[in-house]
Structures are given as C-alpha cells and as structure tokens.
C-alpha cells in the first residue's frame, strides 16, 4: 500500500510541476487580463461583444416561446 502511495505522490508532483511549467509558456503574464480569452485593450469592441453574448442569451428563451406560441 505505501509503494502505491509513493508511486502516486512521484506521478501527482511530476504532473503538477510539468503542467504548470507547460501554462507558462502559452499564457503571457505581468498585466490585468493576460489570460482572458478575448482582447480587452479595444473598450468599444469589448462592450459590442458583452452586449451581443449577453443580449443572445436573455433573448432566445423570448424567441422560442414566440415561435412555440404561434405554430399551428
């Protein structure tokens, strides 16, 4: 049981060292939203997008039930 243990506790630490050793590659760091996955720099752009991805949300539900509503 101990040499299972061990053998986990060498897998767990390798994997955690190499994976943040592989994020650090990818993701630039050293200012406020490096790691989001849109472009916050442009503020127009940012807020045409926030009111699109929010604005399709709140709106579907209201367009399925008017399509429901009105099939005969």
Do not use: C, Q, W
């Not at 053998?7 to 630490?13: I, S, Y």
């Not at 399709?56 to 367009?63: D, E, L, M, R």
């Amino acid at each position: 049981m101990s040499a299972l243990r061990s053998v986990l506790r060498r897998f767990t630490r390798s994997f955690k060292t190499t994976s943040v050793r592989r994020s650090e590659e990818h993701d630039p760091e050293g200012f406020p939203g490096a790691n989001f996955p849109f472009d916050i720099t442009n503020r127009y752009k940012l807020i045409a997008l926030f009111i699109v991805f929010t604005g399709t949300g709140i709106s579907v539900p209201f367009a399925v039930l008017h399509y429901h509503l009105n099939l005969k």
